[in-house]
C-alpha cells in the first residue's frame, strides 16, 4: 500500500486531535478528595450526634472546610450547640466542648449562666423569643407614685422557651417561661429588677450587637410638668353688631293738605 502524502498529513492530523483530547481529559480530571461527615438530617442544639444522623460525603480537594470530621470516632458523645441542617459539615465550631452533657447545660457559653424569667403573651413578644433569638430586657418600675422604664439589659441570648431548646423559627411558640444566658452580674441585675418591677422583653435582630445606653423614660417625660406648658388663652369675642337706625318718617301735616285742598276748589270756581 502506497502512502501519498494527503495519507500521511490526514494520519498525522488524527493523530494530533487524538493525543490533545487524551491531554485535556487528563487536566480536567478531579480528584475526588477526602471524605468528611455531613448531616443526614438536622440536628438541633442540645442533641447528641449518633450514626444514624450523619454519613460521608466527598469533599473536593483543596476546599475541604476547616474544623470538619472525617473520623467518625471523634464525633461519638458530641453535642451540638447550634443547629445543623442536612447534608451541612459538622465544623467543631457548632459542637459544645468534649464532655459536654446533653441538653441545656451544653448551650451555655463558659463563664455565662442560665436564668428564667415568667412572661407571657404579650412580654413574650407574642411567642417570636425563640431559641436563639436575642432581646433587650426593659423593666418598669414604680417609685414616688411615679412609674420608669428602662432598658436593663440589651443583646441577651435566648437558650429556651418553656422545657424547648429547639423551636421552628417560622413557628412562633406562647410560653410561659423564657431561659436567657447572662453573665453573673446580668444575672444578679436581672433578679434584682423582677424583685421591684416588671419585665418585657423587646426582640431584635441577631446581626445587631449594638448596646444603646438610654437613661429611661418617666411619666414626667410622657406628660409634661403643668408649670412648664405655655398656654395661649383664646378669648371668644361676639362680633359687634350696630344697631339699625329707624328713619324717622314724618306724617304729612293735616292743616296743609286742607289749605291746598281748598286753593284747588276757589281756583276751580273762578274759572267756572
Known amino acids: 500500500?502506497?502512502?501519498?502524502?494527503?495519507?500521511?498529513?490526514?494520519?498525522?492530523?488524527?493523530?494530533?486531535?487524538?493525543?490533545?483530547?487524551?491531554?485535556?481529559?487528563?487536566?480536567?480530571?478531579?480528584?475526588?478528595?477526602?471524605?468528611?461527615?455531613v448531616a443526614l438530617n438536622p440536628v438541633g442544639p442540645g442533641e447528641v450526634i449518633h450514626n444514624k444522623n450523619i454519613k460521608f460525603v466527598e469533599w473536593p480537594k483543596g476546599h475541604v472546610p476547616m474544623g470538619s470530621f472525617q473520623d467518625i470516632k471523634s464525633l461519638h458523645g458530641r453535642v451540638v450547640k447550634d443547629k445543623i441542617y442536612p447534608n451541612e459539615p459538622i465544623l467543631e465550631i457548632d459542637l459544645a466542648p468534649v464532655g459536654s452533657k446533653a441538653g441545656l447545660e451544653s448551650l451555655i457559653e463558659v463563664g455565662k449562666r442560665a436564668i428564667t424569667v415568667r412572661v407571657n403573651d404579650v412580654i413574650g413578644v407574642a411567642g417570636f423569643a425563640l431559641p436563639g433569638s436575642y432581646v433587650d430586657i426593659i423593666a418598669n418600675?414604680?417609685?414616688?407614685?411615679?412609674?420608669?422604664?428602662?432598658?436593663?439589659?440589651?443583646?441577651?441570648?435566648?437558650?429556651?422557651?418553656?422545657?424547648?431548646?429547639?423551636?421552628?423559627?417560622?413557628?412562633?411558640i406562647v410560653v410561659k417561661a423564657v431561659t436567657l444566658e447572662l453573665t453573673p452580674l446580668e444575672a444578679e441585675k436581672l433578679d434584682l429588677t423582677r424583685s421591684i418591677g416588671t419585665l418585657s422583653l423587646a426582640l431584635r435582630n441577631k446581626l445587631d450587637s449594638n448596646v444603646e445606653v438610654s437613661k429611661g423614660v418617666s411619666m414626667q417625660d410622657l406628660i409634661a410638668i403643668?408649670?412648664?406648658?405655655?398656654?395661649?388663652?383664646?378669648?371668644?369675642?361676639?362680633?359687634?353688631?350696630?344697631p339699625i337706625q329707624k328713619k324717622q318718617i314724618k306724617k304729612p301735616n293735616s292743616d296743609v293738605t286742607e289749605i291746598r285742598a281748598l286753593e284747588i276748589q276757589v281756583t276751580k270756581a273762578k274759572g267756572s
Open 1 to 37: 500500500m502506497k502512502f501519498t502524502l494527503t495519507n500521511i498529513i490526514s494520519l498525522l492530523i488524527g493523530l494530533i486531535s487524538t493525543l490533545f483530547i487524551v491531554s485535556f481529559l487528563d487536566f480536567n480530571k478531579t480528584d475526588p478528595g477526602p471524605k468528611i461527615i
Open 141 to 172: 418600675i414604680k417609685r414616688n407614685k411615679s412609674s420608669v422604664s428602662k432598658v436593663v439589659l440589651s443583646h441577651v441570648k435566648v437558650l429556651a422557651v418553656a422545657q424547648a431548646t429547639n423551636v421552628a423559627a417560622n413557628k412562633p
Open 226 to 242: 403643668k408649670n412648664n406648658i405655655k398656654t395661649t388663652q383664646i378669648v371668644s369675642k361676639k362680633p359687634s353688631v350696630k
